[in-house]
């Protein structure tokens, strides 16, 4: 369901905060949903009972990303999606310097709530009245000020602000991505228009270079916990190519180049690296395998190789136990002649999916765990043999 502003109020209410604390620990999961949304409809109308179970699933769902806090906040399921990670917030609410901040398309409050936790001077707008009511109430549950206010940013924007943020809509009406930065909810188009000291764009971190090529700026790719998870356009910093982010427990990385770097191509040897996605993304692979005196399998694939251990935290090192070129049969009867029952496979320019791979496979019964790394060679597919468990980049990395 769509929540209105009636609702909002109603959520808010004592009555509604107290079935959202004694449902809390139930069990709203598939066939159980329509247990409770019965049980709720017994002392709540059909609109509220649908409001709370929707808030329960939603605080549920929001949970790992507001850890300690989802429960006091509101969400709509768009606006959940489109928030960024709070670690990531927060990296952004840091770096800017600017006193103060206008979040544009600021939704259910999120990232204007990390501005102001920062000490920042922070103004939400957004054009959905509803929206603005749940930013509000997460501004008071979370006990942060702010302020929001419901506008059509096509048709003005205050002024008095020394940042922009702007977060348009990547997804239509029906859901489905928008992948032309034009056809965002605003189009990146109307940020030309506006006069700040600092603007940052958010993008999705998909988002085609080629698009951006006339705005100039420079473009950040951002990760965390081994995933990527944003781009950012800072309109008004000097040119330059993109960059890769990595947060971290400390704050966070950066990786950069001033000009091109070429890696040597050379087969498996003794360790694989996986590159950062941020690396990937920001077309840095060549400068980290020059760094780390590294080669490419392929000129065309993001994976490296090395003769030691790279303890780099840019990449996941995975110890290379053996390699061939790739035939079915022949790779069968590799793993079953060392007991091999386990397999996790990694691809890359590799035409099956893992799952058909396994099953051709046909893995016997035994007591052995690989990592099969399939990709290409100078052009040709081949199996790379490793063992189960990589070394590097942590699989799981908070921010203080």
């Not at 507001?66 to 969400?75: D, N, R, S, V």
């Not at 420079?218 to 916990?225: D, G, K, M």
């Not at 060392?338 to 099956?352: A, D, E, I």
Request: with cysteine; proline share 6%.
């Amino acid at each position: 369901m769509s929540l209105t502003l009636a609702d909002i109020e109603f959520l808010r209410s004592d009555r509604a905060r107290e079935f959202l604390a004694k449902c809390k620990e139930c069990d709203h999961a598939g066939p159980n949903e329509l247990a409770l949304l019965s049980r709720l409809r017994e002392s709540l109308r059909p609109r509220q009972a649908s409001a709370v179970l929707q808030t329960l699933k939603l605080r549920a769902k929001a949970e790992t990303k507001f850890l300690g806090q989802a429960q006091k906040m509101l969400f709509t399921d768009a606006g959940l999606q489109q928030t960024s990670q709070p670690a990531i917030s927060k990296y952004r609410a840091r770096k800017l310097a600017s006193q103060s901040v206008l979040d544009l398309c600021c939704g259910i409050g999120a990232d204007t709530l990390a501005f102001a936790a920062a000490g920042h001077e922070a103004r939400g707008l957004d054009i959905d009245p509803v929206r603005i009511a749940i930013a509000r109430h997460n501004a008071d549950e979370l006990d942060l000020v702010a302020q929001f206010e419901a506008a059509d940013i096509r048709q003005s924007i205050p002024a008095s602000h020394d940042c922009i943020f702007f977060d348009p809509g990547r997804r239509d009406a029906q859901g489905r991505r928008i992948h032309n930065v034009e056809r965002y909810r605003p189009p990146l188009s109307l940020a030309r228009e506006w006069n700040a000291r600092e603007i940052l764009v958010k993008l999705s971190p998909a988002v085609d270079l080629r698009q951006l090529e006339r705005y100039g700026g420079c473009v950040e790719f951002i990760s965390l916990a081994g995933n990527l998870t944003e781009a950012l356009l800072w309109l008004n910093h000097p040119s330059a190519p993109p960059k890769a982010t990595q947060i971290t427990e400390g704050g966070a990385l950066h990786f950069g180049h001033e000009r091109e770097a070429r890696a040597n191509i050379a087969p498996p040897s003794g360790w694989l690296l996986e590159p950062d996605p941020a690396i990937i993304r920001a077309g840095l692979v060549q400068n980290l395998a020059v760094i780390l005196d590294a080669a490419l399998l392929d000129e065309t694939i993001a994976y490296m190789t090395s003769d030691r251990e790279s303890d780099s935290p840019w990449g996941r090192c995975w110890q290379i136990l053996d390699w061939m070129p790739f035939q079915l049969k022949r790779l069968r009867r590799y793993l079953a002649e060392r007991n091999v029952s386990k397999v996790t496979v990694k691809k890359r320019g590799f035409p099956l999916s893992p799952e058909e791979l396994i099953a051709k496979l046909r893995l016997q019964k035994g007591e052995e765990e690989r990592v099969l790394v399939m990709t290409r060679h100078r052009g040709k597919p081949i199996a790379i043999i490793c063992c189960p468990r990589p070394f590097g980049q942590n699989e799981r990395i908070s921010y203080n």
